[in-house]
């Protein structure tokens, strides 16, 4: 090329751009690029040859399966399952497969955001993490002063959350953990079996043993729809041995078609079914009587309060044939004690009664004798594991309200935060205290709080509402300040422990640099820290703590690190029936709770009907999708491309009647009036007539979100009526109804199966 | 001088979050850049911060109907859409080629930005048949789908006429690179 004028500039131009700082060179390329010096070799290698491999930890779903990531050139290239886990070895599902499709999806929250325009519109301004944090700061510190401590609340989940729960436990709020986990999904489960056994045999995870199981009961369970790796590779094992599997639940699962004995139950009558099995194995002498007298307190008060469900009766109740109900619980007790008669766990369904049907679970385990014995509820193998004092933040002084949040469920009080529920009717009331400020992480609260509705118009209430994202969900889209989280492939966790049948210790650390100007959840909580002048949080950086934790166990990252990046060890997952102890204060199982009695709940599980749909709406019902997890990977593109939207079952006898086609596209409108967005139908006989099921999490309102925006329905925004359960509060999420609109016309379900007189009908006016 | 005279590093400038001297000169700049290379557009006015600000985060960052206009090579080199992807690895390596590499920041480095600046660094330092390269390999492999995006998410005033002089020089640009390769000057 000559030496020519390039694109004839005026000299008015370039002075103009000089002023700009841009007419004459600024370092190479304007500063942007240095002199080479990083080795290319290994990326010219083909595929993942060559790459850099971490261990790590997967939260694609809250599992934490142990992996490996490959990185070439600073990018991830491929995950893969850590070949040292006891859990899952090299295997990942298809979620822990594409977490490179979070890390690089272009829909990623970048930069912290301020809202320009009003709440939900979605008009943003990108500021500095410091004007995001001081005006987080300020808000807290404003509101605090004016409403009280517990005006401030904070919505979390996950590992991510963490941090910012010490912020939010120092400033003196009871509203610290109010995890949707824990309100709309294990709380139930969780309070029974601690009130049961002593311990926890179903939160996060559950304690059973179901690769050594002869036999395996689930109640609306739905194993391999919902992915858990290793729970589902001891399932499959169970099955694999030749376990017997009798499944419970209205719609034919993915678990009942591998049934022996598959019971399409009428939604909102398990309990019913469970306490005439209860009664049954005690009338027929099925049960352990050697195990129940050395193990078990109540038996008597049990036999007692069960004695009236008798078959007859369930099988009006619950729809379901004497002959079936029994062969099943034959079938069961045929396997005793090596049976798993899984604990379930997502478990707010109906409010009233949901404590009641785990505890059911949990008398029938201990009737059979399976707990400690192989292939059935298995113990904790503590893994030692140390703990930072340096990730305490001190407490301010401050004053416990008045009227706690807490206080009209007497069983919340082993677990942090208050019923999510009655948080967003104090933002709507006032009552009993104002909450006036939200902060949020790991969770999408619309996609995951029944009446998103009312949840919408707690925000508006709101002096300042803040939220740590990854992706621009409907929370970011309702947040004042969005924070731009970093995934889980871009920062440390604490150390991780399994205390399962496998027990292992390993530690979640960064893969690759956090993208953007996303930040670890560590140094967010740490500066907000100092600038709420709180004292805490004292380690430097990550790596102080996380080895601080593994000194206990004689180990430092580096030595984790070098061994594999997980150390394992031996399990104690059995106990001899002749010297089991459980962790109840007396040391036995309670088949009759009398910590219940004493708040005028009852001690031993009664039937209270869920009521049945009102005429012309079928129940709502509600899982998982295998690929997906919650309503957090729809945008994620291998999900999206596998499973990209939601279909609505109907039942073919009712698609008959009202002239619906699989495949035609409808919507769900609820008893209240509130409508989804449009949702295919899928027509089969395996749904019940009085039920219609959709999988959680699809139906997006958040335009942010280009792959999942309005595609498919949102179980959620059709839930607006709900029933807290009067032991923990949890909010329940099977007491909706639905009916169908097709080309603009209401098709009222047809009820092809009659409801007895003991189930009272839904009273539209109620809700 | 060509070397000197380049808009190169003034659209890199532009195309990253406004600064505050984008904010008051950028206006200007692309109203005197319109009338050199005679794009025809209409004279950009100023625009208030806030307005500038929120519009940039509107079409590039996170915006109501996904990141319109994501100013990343790889978006538009990938088939789905994904930072990271071929785009990236093809700007990577024309950088490396060059001898040089980006220096780490929040933006991946196949950011619009980054790809005119290094425009720039070749021109300056006369690496024509690397540019030549660079140009047909890559940049305009994906520029114009970038460019039809913005166009179709209604920019304000100032990244639309940003958009119609950055695609004209670089077809001005390509044509230079043609015309020595041909000979026709």
Known sequence: ?767 | MLTRNHPFNFLSKAFFYPSEEIIRHGPRVINLLNKDLNCGIEEVPDIPAAEFQAEYVRLFINAVGSPIVPPYASVYRHGAGLLYQQGYDEAVAYYREAGIEPIRGPEPPDHLSHELAFLGYLLETQRMSLLDSFLRRHLLKWFPLFSERLQGANPCSFYYGLNKITGACLNTLIEEVTNEETGIS
């Open chain 1, 1 to 767: 090329m000559k030496r020519r004028e390039f694109l004839k500039l005026s000299t008015a131009t370039c002075m103009a751009m000089a002023a700009l700082g841009t007419g004459g060179k600024q370092g190479i390329g304007g500063g942007l690029f240095s002199p080479a010096t990083a080795d290319a070799s290994a990326t010219q290698l083909p595929g993942s040859l060559g790459a850099k491999e971490t261990t790590s930890v997967c939260e694609m779903c809250f599992w934490r399966c142990p992996i490996v990531a490959k990185v070439k050139g600073g990018k991830l290239v491929k995950i893969e399952g850590n070949p040292k886990s006891p859990v899952n070895g090299t295997r990942v599902c298809a979620r822990g497969n594409s977490g490179v499709q979070l890390l690089y999806d272009p829909d990623r929250v970048k930069y912290p955001l301020k809202r320009m325009g009003a709440r939900g519109e979605g008009k943003w301004a990108k500021i500095s993490w410091d004007e995001a944090l001081d005006e987080i700061a300020f808000n807290i510190d404003k509101v605090r002063k004016k409403y009280g401590p517990s005006s401030l609340a904070y919505f979390d989940h996950g590992a991510s959350a963490e941090f910012l729960r010490e912020i939010f436990k120092a400033l003196g709020t009871e509203n610290y953990s109010n995890e949707p986990a824990f309100f709309q999904c294990v709380g139930p489960v969780a309070v029974s079996y601690l009130s049961t056994m002593g311990y926890i045999v179903s939160g996060t995870r559950q304690y059973v043993d179901m690769a050594n199981a002869k036999a395996i009961l689930l109640v609306g369970s739905h194993i391999g729809e919902n992915v858990h790796v290793s729970h589902v590779r001891e399932y499959v094992e169970g099955l694999a041995n030749g376990a017997k599997l009798v499944v419970v639940d209205p719609r034919f699962s993915a678990p009942a078609n591998k049934a022996d004995i598959y019971l399409p139950i009428r939604p909102g009558t398990d309990t019913a079914l469970l306490l005439t099995w209860i009664n049954y194995v005690i009338e027929h002498n099925l049960y352990d009587k050697d195990f129940v007298e050395k193990n078990c307190e109540g038996f008597d008060q049990l036999r007692q309060s069960v004695k009236k469900y008798s078959l007859s009766w369930a099988a009006k109740i619950c729809d379901l044939k004497i002959d079936d109900m029994e062969r099943a619980i034959l079938l069961l007790a045929q396997y005793r004690p090596n049976l798993t008669i899984h604990p379930g766990r997502h478990s707010a369904w109906y409010g009233n009664g949901d404590v009641g049907r785990h505890q059911a679970l949990a008398i029938l385990g201990a009737l059979f004798g399976t707990v400690g014995a192989r292939g059935g509820i298995i113990f904790q193998t503590p893994v030692v594991k140390g703990h930072a004092g340096c990730l305490k933040c001190e407490e301010l002084p401050s004053e416990e309200p008045e009227t706690s949040l807490r206080d009209n469920y007497p069983f919340v009080e082993p677990f942090p935060g208050s019923p999510t529920a009655a948080i967003i009717k104090a933002t709507l009331t006032g009552e009993p205290y104002p909450v006036k400020l939200w902060g949020i992480n790991g969770v999408n609260i619309l996609q995951t709080i029944p009446n998103p509705y009312d949840t919408m118009k707690a925000i508006k209430k709101l002096d300042f509402i803040f939220c740590e994202e990854m992706l621009m969900g409907e929370t970011a889209l309702w947040s004042d300040i969005v924070l731009p989280g970093a995934t889980y492939l871009e920062r440390y966790d604490g150390v991780y422990v399994y205390d399962g049948i496998t027990p292992y210790l390993t530690l979640r650390q960064p893969v690759v640099e956090p993208m953007f100007e996303a930040k670890p959840p560590f140094w967010t909580a740490k500066q907000l820290a100092k600038k709420l002048k709180l004292k805490g949080l004292s380690c430097e950086k990550e790596e102080d703590f996380i080895n601080e934790e593994l000194k206990e166990a004689g180990l430092s990252i580096a030595s984790l690190n070098k061994k594999g990046g997980i150390v394992t060890y031996p399990g104690k997952p059995y106990r001899d029936k002749n010297s089991l102890k459980v962790p109840t204060e007396s040391g036995k199982i309670q088949l009759s709770v009398s910590d219940f009695a004493d708040e005028d709940l009852p001690p031993v599980p009664k039937f209270i009907p869920a009521p049945a749909p009102p005429e012309g709406f079928a129940r709502l019902i509600y899982g998982r999708s295998p690929v997906h997890t919650f309503s957090r990977t729809m945008n994620n593109l291998w999900l999206h491309n596998e499973w990209p939207e939601n279909h609505a079952w109907v039942n073919d006898e009712v698609a008959d009647k009202i002239g619906l086609k699989d495949g035609d596209t409808v919507i769900l409108e609820n008893q209240n009036g509130y409508r989804s967005l449009g949702i295919k139908v899928k027509v089969t006989p395996g749904i019940r007539p009085d039920a219609i099921y959709i999988d959680h999490g699809f139906g997006s309102r958040s335009p942010f979100l280009k792959r999942a925006y309005k595609r498919g329905a949102s179980d959620q925004f059709l839930i607006t009526h709900y029933e807290n359960d009067p032991f923990m509060g949890a909010s329940s999420h099977r007491t909706d109804f639905v009916r169908i609109i097709k080309d603009g016309k209401t098709l009222n379900i047809p009820e092809l199966v009659c409801v007895p007189p003991e189930i009272p009908r839904f009273q539209i006016e109620q809700s």
